[in-house]
């Protein structure tokens, strides 16, 4: 069964970083597709960034590019988020999500999620 713990939240600021960590176990990733999304209150859960766990490509929302950076650890099975030049709407509860390929993120596993707070 995989499990996915999500670390790192916290509150930052406008223009600064925080890095997110979702841990994950249970299984081997290499047929996996990793990936990060948000909600912020009010509003749909969003996609935010992927990354193919066998070869390391990444994907990511408009939103985000240029700024966020996605990449994972194969000795940690870690998978992180490095969120830079934040912005207070990229304030959210971040998930971190499991799939395996070419299934849908709806049937895969989410971890529980980390608070984002960015203040201005």
């Known amino acids: 069964q995989v499990q996915l713990v999500e670390s790192g939240g916290g509150l930052g600021q406008a223009g600064g970083s925080l890095r997110l960590s979702c841990a994950a176990s249970?299984?081997?990733?290499?047929?996996?597709?990793m990936g990060w999304f948000r909600q912020a209150p009010g509003k749909e859960r969003e996609f935010v960034a992927a990354?193919?766990?066998?070869?390391?490509?990444?994907s990511y929302a408009d939103s985000v590019k240029g700024r966020f950076t996605i990449s994972r650890d194969n000795a940690k099975s870690t998978v992180y988020l490095q969120m830079n030049s934040l912005k207070p709407e990229d304030t959210a509860v971040y998930f971190c999500?499991?799939?395996?390929?070419?299934?849908?993120?709806?049937?895969?596993?989410w971890g529980q999620g980390t608070q984002v707070t960015v203040s201005s």
């Open positions: 990354i193919r766990w066998s070869i390391g490509s990444t």
């Open positions: 249970g299984r081997t990733f290499l047929g996996y597709v």
């Open positions: 999500a499991a799939q395996v390929s070419g299934s849908s993120w709806e049937s895969g596993s």
